[in-house]
């Protein structure tokens, strides 16, 4: 059996839901975008023989979406 944990590509698409639900308390919404970061740092670290550049290229692509929504959230 598998182990899964937050910032793993199966919750990517819930992850990304909840983010764009208005009413998110910005707490939750600030752990959601860790996991999102941790998503590309564990993609981009040399020493992970399993990296996933399209997981990571997608990550990319969804938080630069939702840039200016981010910006809001985390430079309150």
């Known amino acids: 059996m598998k182990n899964y944990?937050?910032?793993d590509e199966p919750y990517l698409d819930i992850i990304l839901?909840?983010?764009d639900i208005v009413n998110t308390l910005e707490?939750?919404?600030?752990?959601?975008l860790v996991a999102l970061c941790i998503i590309v740092y564990d993609n981009?670290?040399?020493?992970?023989l399993k990296?996933?550049?399209?997981?990571?290229?997608r990550v990319i692509k969804?938080?630069?979406k939702?840039?200016?929504?981010?910006?809001r959230i985390c430079c309150r």
Not at 44 to 48: G, M, V
Not at 66 to 71: H, L, S
């Open 5 to 7: 944990f937050l910032a």
């Open 17 to 19: 839901q909840v983010l």
């Open 66 to 71: 939702r840039q200016i929504k981010i910006g």
């Open 62 to 64: 969804e938080l630069k």
């Open 44 to 48: 981009t670290i040399e020493s992970n």
């Open 27 to 32: 707490t939750k919404r600030n752990v959601l």
């Open 51 to 57: 990296k996933d550049n399209n997981l990571k290229n």
